[in-house]
């Protein structure tokens, strides 16, 4: 039986707004961290403390409100002087916090939290009594795939020196008020572990306050509380402002219908003199208009500020730094980009992965980067921006860099590709040996890294947002790693080419330009046919063999396309130009190779075609040899 009955909605309510009070508060720790004489860093944490408090105590949760208590009194005694903020002391907050996360993780399964672990609030009284422990310790990390290698690290393009700006965390209490929209089940996700850290039930392993977490009586297995942290948040926040507008358009397209509805009548009656013709024209074309607008503001609901995702990491850094014995500052940039909800979602574990890479793997431990040269501070940069219909993201570090000469001895070593595939690749293809599976160059297995995988977990989970990721890297200077999305996943450009009078839609963001396709000039490379573009020798492949279709006709013309890892040239017999998508997913049938459908202005029903897949099947058969000379093209 619930211990909520009744106040479902009031809880979830509850939970969503002492998430992002408390994921604020993790990131003004991170930033007292740094100064710790800030007075007002200290009232905004309080203030965020005691509204989490004043909730967990209407809703009845007198664990949480112990918890907190204890915390707030923590930070009093921190504001007034009492005491001096320590590595030690800060230790010992951010298990608290941590501990009052668990407890949103009960409380989201709709029961009374658990006392708190035991050493926890021994800490916080020893604390509060003056008489911190000793031996008090950062949660270990242990992420649930390790990162890539011990290669990682920045450019030196100018544009990185806004690593070192000072960028600090934490939510606009000026924007717009805003409306929580729920669909017809919205199941509250519980905290994610700050760290990513699960803990398998086998394990011994204990936590720096005596028993684990996931020892708590009556707590949930960590197995089923990472079932429940995989369900999607099926809520989603606008700014009141918005549905303003949505509504505002609803109600003049209500009347433009009620305007075509007359005009109707009044030609049905025979009215059809120039003036009623030219009435409907007008009507017809502020609809369109409206539509459009409509469209737009509806589309901008599911747009967030990916600051949201943001506001986690400075907390994730800080602690896996502590762990290691590194000084890192993550500075975040572009916080109020906007990005479609749903690819927020995805894109938060493929950023937990480059960020612990970064602070793992790019940078160096403090002794290493004063011996070079380098301040023992090191910076790791998060950074989101729009550029046209795309949204960039860019995770860079000022560490050790990466040796493409070094990867990709290790790729050869691992026997994940041959010596003579190694020498055809040129730095960029080298650099991205590390999205292969089982790629690593770390010697020894550890609680974070090691294992080869994780780096192309990042590579698929970005594909499938139609997205690229780019490597850049300098040995001694550090290493970029640029994401590019498009802003939404609910309309995508796409070209229109035409098989025949079939037509199919093409990804733009794959396209990089149209040309024509001479026979002349196909040469013949290992049995395969090539064109060469401005020195690029690139393998031609027809659309009609990746369909399967029977090729009738030699391709007229070629579509440039670059995958994140290949380019070829797609032939087609001609094209019916460009257009913006909405795409409907097929849920009960979807042919291979096919990433959903559209409808054209003339009801003409179109498939959107996934290249990446469609390579992927030819890749198998008779096109292998093709296809392993388009991954090193």
């Known amino acids: 039986m619930s211990d909520f009955s009744g106040m479902e909605d009031l809880l979830q309510d509850f939970l969503q707004e002492a998430h992002d009070l408390l ?80 407890m949103f993780g009960e409380l989201g399964q709709m029961v009374q939290p658990q006392p708190a672990d035991s050493g926890i609030i021994a800490a916080l009284q020893g604390a509060l009594s003056g008489e911190l422990p000793g031996a008090v310790a950062v949660q270990p990390v242990k992420p649930e795939a390790g990162p890539m290698n011990s290669d990682q690290g920045s450019s030196d393009e100018p544009d990185w020196s806004v690593l070192h700006a000072a960028v600090t965390g934490g ?31 086998s394990e011994t392993a204990q936590s720096p306050f005596g028993r684990r977490s996931t020892d708590r009586p009556g707590g949930a297995p960590a197995t089923a509380r990472r079932a429940e942290e995989r369900v999607r948040e099926n809520t989603i926040r606008v700014d009141t402002s918005r549905l303003d507008q949505v509504l505002n358009l609803s109600g003049e397209i209500g009347l433009t219908k009620n305007r075509l509805t007359s005009l109707r009548a009044d030609i049905l009656a025979g009215k059809n003199d120039a003036d009623t013709l030219h009435a409907l024209d007008q009507a017809v074309s502020q609809l369109d208009l409206l539509v459009s607008d409509l469209q737009n503001s509806v589309m901008k609901t599911r747009m967030q500020p990916i600051g949201r995702l943001f506001q986690k990491y400075p907390r994730i850094a800080r602690d896996l730094a502590r762990q ?64 046209g219909d795309h949204i960039v993201l860019i995770i860079a570090d000022d560490g050790r860099g990466m040796s493409a000469e070094r990867i990709r001895a290790k790729a050869v070593d691992k026997g ?37 995988v994780g780096m192309d977990v990042v590579k698929t989970n970005i594909q499938k947002l139609n997205g690229s990721i780019e490597i850049r890297s300098e040995p001694g200077k550090g290493s970029v790693f640029l994401i590019s999305l498009p802003l939404t996943l609910a309309i995508l450009p796409v070209l229109l080419v035409l098989l025949g009078d079939q037509p199919f839609a093409l990804p733009l963001s794959l396209v ?122």
Not at 30 to 36: A, F, G, I, Q, W
Not at 191 to 198: F, L, R, Y
Not at 521 to 534: A, D, N
């Open 416 to 452: 994940l590709i041959s010596e003579e595939e190694a020498n055809t690749l040129d730095e960029r293809q080298s650099l991205n040996l590390i999205f292969l599976p089982g790629f690593s160059t770390k010697t020894e297995i550890s609680d974070v890294s090691g294992r080869g």
């Open 512 to 633: 990089r330009e149209i040309l024509p396709i001479e026979q002349g000039r196909i040469q013949e490379v290992g049995g395969k046919e090539t064109l060469v573009v401005r020195g690029e020798v690139l393998p031609v492949i027809s659309l009609a063999r990746l369909l399967g279709w029977p090729l009738e006709r030699y391709p007229e013309y070629g579509v440039l396309m670059q995958t994140a890892e290949r380019s070829f040239i797609l032939g087609v017999d001609s094209f019916a130009g460009r257009d913006d998508a909405v795409i409907k997913s097929l849920e009960d049938f979807r042919p291979k190779g096919v990433a959903g459908v559209t409808t054209l202005s003339n009801g003409q029903i179109v498939l959107i075609l996934d290249m990446k897949e469609l390579l992927a099947d030819i890749g198998q058969h008779s096109d292998m040899g093709s296809m392993r000379m388009l991954d090193f093209a």
């Open 324 to 387: 290691l014995g590194k000084d890192v500052e993550l500075v975040l940039a572009g916080e109020e980009t906007e990005v479609d909800k749903t690819m927020i979602e995805d894109l938060a574990d493929p950023l937990i992965h480059l960020i612990r890479n970064a602070v793992d793997h790019g940078v160096e431990m403090p002794a290493e980067r004063q011996a070079s040269g380098k301040s023992v501070k090191s910076l790791v940069r998060l950074e989101a921006r729009q550029e």
């Open 171 to 201: 939510a606009d209490q000026s924007k717009e008020p805003e409306v929580i929209v729920r669909g017809e089940v919205a199941p509250v996700q519980p905290a994610k572990e700050p760290v990513g850290a699960v803990t398998a039930p």
């Open 23 to 102: 994921s604020d508060v993790d990131n003004k720790l991170v930033d007292l961290e740094k100064t710790p004489d800030d007075k007002g860093l200290l009232n905004d944490i309080f203030r965020g403390f005691h509204t989490v408090k004043g909730g967990a105590g209407f809703l009845n949760a007198t664990e949480l409100v112990t918890l907190c208590h204890l915390t707030e009194n923590l930070f009093d005694r921190l504001r007034n002087g009492e005491l001096e903020l320590t590595p030690e002391l800060m230790d010992v907050i951010m298990a608290a916090t941590k501990g009052v996360r668990d």
